[in-house]
């Protein structure tokens, strides 16, 4: 837009009727914020939700007389309703109450960005329960049996046996909740947080458009799941070592 | 209890997607299709049965009874109206639109409607001086892309801006005391939050800002680039109802006082 007076009015046309990519490059700042928060907010969810879910998963696969209900309790609760209705009813829900304001939660509560991050990490906790749940139950019952005879308790046979398999198993299942939680991320932009999107909403609305700003954080979405998806697949392949093919070429790997 | 009025107003909004979506095959086509928000209380606001109020919205239509045509009110979020004008989803917006240099790049206005200034608010005795020094490292709410917000994001470089989508959360942040101080339009900030059971405890501070280089010269109706046949017709209108007190009329039922300005 800086540049409008040096280029013709019909190339003027051109540019800003397709994209003007120049709105994005000015404001590169505010996309990198953007990135940042984008980035850090899904990476911690992710941390945050994952160390929740393991022992969860746990109680859950023994079928745990008392945990085991309220944790499908809780897993169905927030698998079964919007990650955005969660988002709104930590930040606006919970900010309403003087309780709360008065309370030591609330530096915390107050910031938007962790608002978003509670809620992310409870929402990604119960997807991956369910997930490593799955992956528990899933154990072959040879190797239970091998743990069994060779003498190992029950925490040991969890701890080297049962979760190092099921996270194998669950690795695939968990590249689709990455990309699922970085997708579910934009809902941080409508509390305030200047996430990707939000960094495109604020350039749409410096400039009164509409396009940039979306197209703009879009790419930088597709981006991030390129190399999410990249990133697994060399992790799949790395922990999935033993179960591809050998090949007749190089047979002492 | 503003947050049982967003819910409210949430589900009152998909209860009118849903029957718009179901009425879409018997709407009759109307003449000219307007803009509103619809989060801009006394301007423009929702009834828990989702029906649209406010100045804004009965200035447009009496200015559609003037001019003779059948009108439909379309909603739309504030960060995409302009867009959606020029998309041709309505054909002009009646939504507070302060006449602007930066949006007059991209859009035609007609003359002012009204015109009030812009102010801040806080709780009582939080602030005494609104001067950019003063407010240094605290934080300023402001809807999104609004020239409040171009006025924070220029001269008040050193406080963080808190951009939000509609005035409404604005409202619910600083009640919550996410943030310390607002501005936006006095009046807005007037009948929709300080007299309201949540502005309890709140008021304004600081002077009346109406710098014509970021606030324009009031606010006008938004149509798209060179539709001066509309333009003519709708400035006739608000001259009209002007003249023969329909205006008076419809200021009389939300403010005591003269909104259009000199």
């Given amino acids: 837009m800086a540049d409008a007076a ?57 079928r745990h007389p ?22 709104f009813l930590i930040y606006y829900g919970l900010g309403q109450f003087e309780v709360i304001r008065d309370s030591f939660a609330w530096p915390v509560l107050r910031e938007a960005y962790w608002c978003a991050l509670i809620a992310f990490s409870l929402n990604s906790a119960a997807y991956q329960t369910e997930i490593f749940r799955g992956a528990i139950e899933a154990t072959p019952f040879g190797e239970v049996e091998a743990a069994k005879a060779s003498g190992m308790s029950r925490l040991t046979m969890m701890r080297r046996i049962i979760l190092p398999s099921a996270f194998r198993r669950a690795l695939p299942a968990y590249s689709n909740e990455v990309i699922f939680m970085l997708h579910g991320s934009v809902i941080a932009s409508t509390v305030t947080v200047v996430d990707i999107l939000g960094a495109g909403r604020t350039v749409n609305a410096k400039y009164y458009i509409y396009l940039e700003g979306f197209l703009a954080a879009a790419i930088l979405y597709l981006t991030l799941v390129f190399l999410i998806s990249r990133g697994f697949k060399l992790w799949e392949k790395h922990w999935h070592a033993h179960l591809r093919p050998r090949s007749a070429a190089s047979p002492a790997e | 209890m503003r947050f049982t009025k967003l819910a409210q107003s949430v589900i009152s909004g998909a209860v009118l997607a849903g029957a718009l979506a179901i009425g879409i095959g018997t709407a009759q086509a109307a003449d000219l299709r307007i803009g509103v928000e619809g989060a801009y209380p006394p301007f423009s606001e929702k009834t828990a049965s989702g029906e649209l109020i406010g100045f804004d919205i009965d200035i447009a239509n009496a200015l559609c009874e003037k001019m003779g045509v059948t009108c439909e009110l379309v909603e739309q979020d504030w960060d995409g109206i302009i867009p959606a004008l020029q998309a041709k989803k309505y054909d002009a917006i009646v939504a507070s639109m302060s006449i602007t240099e930066d949006r007059k790049k991209v859009v035609d206005f007609t003359k002012k409607y009204y015109n009030t200034p812009a102010k801040f608010a806080a709780k009582d005795g939080m602030f005494s001086d609104d001067s950019p020094a003063a407010m240094a490292g605290k934080r300023i709410g402001v809807q999104r892309g ?26 619910l942040d600083i009640t919550a005391g996410r943030i310390d101080a607002m501005l936006a339009d006095s009046l807005a900030i007037d009948e929709g939050f300080l007299k309201t059971d949540a502005g309890k405890g709140y008021s304004f501070f600081g002077a009346d800002h109406s710098e014509v280089e970021y606030f324009g010269e009031g606010a006008g109706i938004a149509i798209r680039k060179g539709e001066d046949e509309l333009r003519e017709k709708l400035n006739d209108a608000i001259d009209a109802i002007r003249a023969d007190g329909t205006y008076d009329k419809i200021q009389a039922k939300y403010f005591d006082f003269d909104i259009y300005g000199g």
């Fill in chain 1, 6 to 62: 040096q280029i013709s009015p019909i190339q003027d046309f051109i540019v800003s009727a397709i994209f003007d990519y120049t709105v994005v490059v000015d404001n590169y700042e505010t996309f990198l914020i953007g990135i940042w928060n984008t980035i850090t907010l899904v990476a911690l969810s992710l941390l945050f939700g994952g160390l929740l879910a393991v022992p969860l998963a746990v109680f859950r696969a023994e």
């Fill in chain 1, 66 to 87: 008392i945990f085991s209900p309220l944790i499908w309790c809780y897993t169905y609760l927030f698998r079964g309703t919007p990650l955005l209705i969660q988002t």
């Fill in chain 2, 146 to 171: 609004t020239i409040h917000d171009d006025f924070l994001t220029s001269v008040y470089k050193d406080s963080e801006i808190v951009r939000y989508a509609t005035q409404d959360e604005v409202y």
